[in-house]
């Protein structure tokens, strides 16, 4: 078997800043000892919600939590790795296998009662309203 240098794939480290690049080489050196992984999460608001989408592939959404306490939205679980089958030899896996808790402060403009969580092709949606009291309004200007 010969041995072929490897590159990480869509690391372009031109266009990082050292400090991005010094994070991310230890952030996964960290989580890599530790049997544990960060998903992706995306947070996004409109004038009406707030939106968080967690990428979290090939997970059975009973192996998610997700908590709403005192204003603080966290989402943990763990994803196993899978028995080796006999006779199948690995030769890499680039998966990310542990558990992981992610937690954001969310402001007081939310209303709690109206947490929905969607879990649908390997991505977590979660949805908050904001109480109709806080939310933006346009003032008109006679």
């Known amino acids: 078997m010969a041995l072929i240098k490897y590159s990480r794939p869509n690391v372009d480290l031109h266009s990082k800043n050292f400090s991005d690049v010094l994070d991310e080489f230890f952030n996964e050196s960290l989580n890599y000892h530790r049997d544990s992984f960060m998903p992706s999460v995306d947070i996004s608001e409109t004038e009406t919600e707030f939106e968080v989408s967690v990428a979290l592939p090939g997970m059975n959404k009973e192996d998610i939590n997700v908590d709403l306490d005192n204003g603080r939205l966290s989402i943990s679980g763990e994803r196993k ?47 908050i309203a904001k109480r109709e009291e806080k939310v933006k309004k346009q003032i008109k200007i006679n």
């Open 81 to 127: 790795l899978e028995q080796e089958e006999e006779g199948k030899n690995y030769h890499r896996v680039e998966s990310k296998f542990g558990s992981f808790n992610r937690s954001f402060q969310l402001p007081d403009s939310i209303d709690e009662e109206s947490i929905e969580a969607k879990y649908e092709n390997g991505i977590l949606n979660i949805t």
